[in-house]
């Protein structure tokens, strides 16, 4: 049994101070309130202070000492996470342990094309540090200036480049990590082949902090694309937004690195809150696409290939209209109306139903129009923005109040709304968290939607690694 007393705690408290001295350890509640509330402002948690440890020793330490007095542990990384992962939610004694001090860039390896770099590390440096060396890290997502190597991983991000690069998993080598025992297991290698058994580094992507603290990950890098095309096109629909994609992976000799939609109103919620953007066409359009390509060889011609793609789609009445980036701040423009969604939809303030969901790359128009108009049967006059990476079938859903339904009655169809939302997704065979993870928020729909065989296995492996439930409680396992 835990060694859980007050004054027990105090002690455990006094022996963390000791480990990490004062730039290691904060308990002043204004200086931890940033650290108990996330990026879309969660509830405040409540948190006997946060450790910021800067060596894997330190965590380790800093973990058997919390455990031993029964104290709780949440990892967090940059706090960008979308469902409500990275903050206390229980009433358990808990501490944060915050990598904000592990941030060092251990080896870059270019020619093995692998880089090693702590849990800390923020993911534009890890893209910066890889691109010096002329190597491409290849995740690339909105939060990219906060959010870290440890966060990234422990919620297997997903991003821009899935379509060309995969998801966080599929870069991972290697993972060093402290268990809830204060162990460590040393996982960091950066081979391609290593049949030796279970691949154990696997547990903690995805797990959301809840079988440990990622420490340090080996990443695999990629050829720098030298060479890139951007377009943002006006399509009518989904429906030729998936022509236009199946068209264009063929065409482009498969150098497509993102393939994004949008709806006319992700366009005007970008223009109303976000200052600098405005409409890069002349007339308005339904839908759009942004798409880009890229490749490492200069000798290939991807402005020959977009343009291609763009004749074939305007003569099959796929695309209307279009424009292409001209330059690195054009390109740069049209990004910013996708990248801004997040920020201008916490604007907007209107109450909304929000969900991340995937399907079968093929089922996304089907997707679209069947949930719209099955939420919109339970409640006319939805303010609909449903955009994301349609390149690999992940779509950003926000479903808003019609101005005249006052808020009793949205709150009592809430519920409705959000199950057809995700049961549509569902019946096509897709999931109703696609990128963002479970956290606190989405553990009723993990226990509502999940396999039950797959949760029991995720209780078998929990209770393993973590039989008192110390990291990160509340969280993932329903
Ligand atoms: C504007 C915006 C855009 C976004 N775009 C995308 C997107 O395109 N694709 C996508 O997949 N996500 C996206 N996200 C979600 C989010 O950025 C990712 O989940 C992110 O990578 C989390 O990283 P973080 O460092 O902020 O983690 P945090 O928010 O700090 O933590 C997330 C989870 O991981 C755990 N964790 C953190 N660090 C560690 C560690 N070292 N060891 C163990 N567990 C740990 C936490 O306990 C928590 O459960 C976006 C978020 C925002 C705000």
Redesign the pocket.
Known sequence: MNDQTPQSIDAALAEIRSILGPKGWLEDPNDTLKYRT??RGAPEGEALGVARPSTTQETSAVVKAAVKAGICI?????????AI??VPTEERPTIIVS?DRLTAVRNLDPDNYAMVAE?GCVIQNMQAVAAEAGRLFPLS???EG???V???L??N????NTIKYGNTREQILGIE?VLADGSVFDGLETLRKNNTGYDMKQL?IG???TL????AAAFRLMPLPRVRETAMLSVPSPREAQKLLSSARELSGDTILAFEIMPRAAFDLAIRHIDGITDPLSEPSPWYVLIEMGTPSPLDDLRAKLEAIFAEAMEQGWVTDGVIAESEGQRRELWRIREEQ??AGKREGTPRIAGDVSVPVSRVADYLEQSQAAMSECMPGLLFNCFGHMGDGNIHYTARKPAGVNDAAWEEKKPDLTARMYETALTLGGSFSA???I?SEKLPYLAKYGSPSKIALMKAVKQALDPKNMM?PG?VIP
């Not at 949440?74 to 979308?82: A, I, M, R, S, W």
């Not at 440990?212 to 420490?215: D, P, R, Y």
């Open positions: 996330d990026w949440v990892p967090q990384g940059g706090n960008t996470g979308l992962g990275s990598t849990a997502l909105a939060s906060s959010s870290t440890g966060g990234t422990s919620t991000a997903g991003g821009n990590a903690f797990a959301e902090g440990g603290i990622v420490t997040a920020e990128e963002h993870g956290g990160n969280k």
